[in-house]
């Protein structure tokens, strides 16, 4: 599994000149400082990068794909390791990675379950050990010191004094989870395939497209066949139909939290949605968002929202969505995973490769 870096190509392709379609770009960025790729990382042309995440004491950088994890050093941006099934990794297929308030990163896993890094040693969990699913998508640490994960079978709290799992499952407004925040109250907010969960610690309240989720359908895109919403049936990710974009704005990918508790949700085919605990906003690509498909969410230390989409990077600052002038330069447009680093770098996953990004203009 190879992880090239390609920091010449990265800065001559900024440095040098820029087609129409990017200058438009940089203008409907406005007054935004013109933040420019700094490195592009190839980790194979068939290779998904489906999970990113900083870890900042060690100054690390966990890279989740479809063939095994990296763990790149933030100060050299260079490849400290590598692991795959043969080091103790669950599956090669990495949908989620999180770290618990203990330290130990997790590791979400396609039909592998979960694995557990701690002070160099592995250890995975599998539904004989009480996690709900196989399938692994979200984590999210609670301050309580449970960590809870997310699965195609519901959600799963593990108390890491005891090790004991509890799962919940009828609670959730659908039992595929694919996204957790945590809010300033210890609420746990859950983006599942049928909508929107939140967990108070005592009641269960949910949200769907017919609550405010989701902008409205006005391309007329075709309704996503590919769901196992109801159903037992696994299936893919995929979000073309006939070769067209399509549309289900129940299904929810990624979650952010803003200051306040305003809970922002990235959906399926229905934009970013807002939600202040009364009023849902929904945006799209008719308000400066890239592409409609929102696979990631994450907030700088400038408090800058930025989302991966299916039609690349895209941000919300002042409010309003602008795209990332060097969207073009993405060898691919699907932008799976987003992470923030302690130096306020933006790192973006997509097919093929990883892009470091500099959130700060140059000298």
Known sequence: MR?????????????????????DARNKAGSFPPYRILDIYQVGKDVYVRSLLTEPKRSALWVGTSVGVHEIDLQTNTVR????????????????????????????TNA??????????????????????????????????SLWAGTWAGVSRVDLKTGKFTNYVKELVNEWV??????????????????????????????????????????????????GLGTRRRHDLGILAGGESTYNPNYVFSLNVEAGDVIWAGTWGGGVSRFDGKTWQNFTTKDGLPG????????????????????????????????????????????????????????????????RIGLAPPK
């Open 81 to 108: 390791n590598t692991f795959t099934r043969k080091d103790g990794l669950a599956n090669e297929y990495v949908f989620a990675i999180g770290q618990d308030g203990e330290g130990a990163i997790w590791f979400g």
């Open 292 to 355: 409609n498909i929102v696979y990631s969410l994450v907030r700088d230390g400038r408090g800058v929202l930025w989302a991966g989409t299916n039609n690349g990077i895209g941000f919300y600052q002042d409010g309003t969505w602008r795209p990332f002038a060097h969207n073009l330069r993405l060898q691919g447009k699907d932008v799976y995973a987003m992470a923030v680093t302690p130096a306020g770098e933006l790192w973006a996953g997509t097919r093929g490769e990883v892009v």
């Open 3 to 23: 992880f090239i870096r390609i920091t010449l190509l990265g800065m001559l392709l900024v440095a040098g000149g820029c087609s129409s379609q990017e200058q």
């Open 112 to 145: 592998g379950g979960m694995s557990r890094y701690k002070e160099g040693k592995w250890k995975t969990y599998f539904p004989m050990h009480g996690l709900a699913d196989y399938w692994v998508y979200s984590f999210a640490s609670h301050p309580d010191g």
């Open 178 to 227: 694919y996204a957790m925040a945590i809010d300033s109250r210890n609420r746990i907010w859950f983006g599942t395939e049928g909508g929107l969960s939140l967990f108070d610690g005592t009641t269960w309240h949910e949200w769907t497209h017919t609550s405010g989720l989701g902008a409205p359908n006005t391309q007329r895109l075709p309704v996503s066949p590919n769901t």
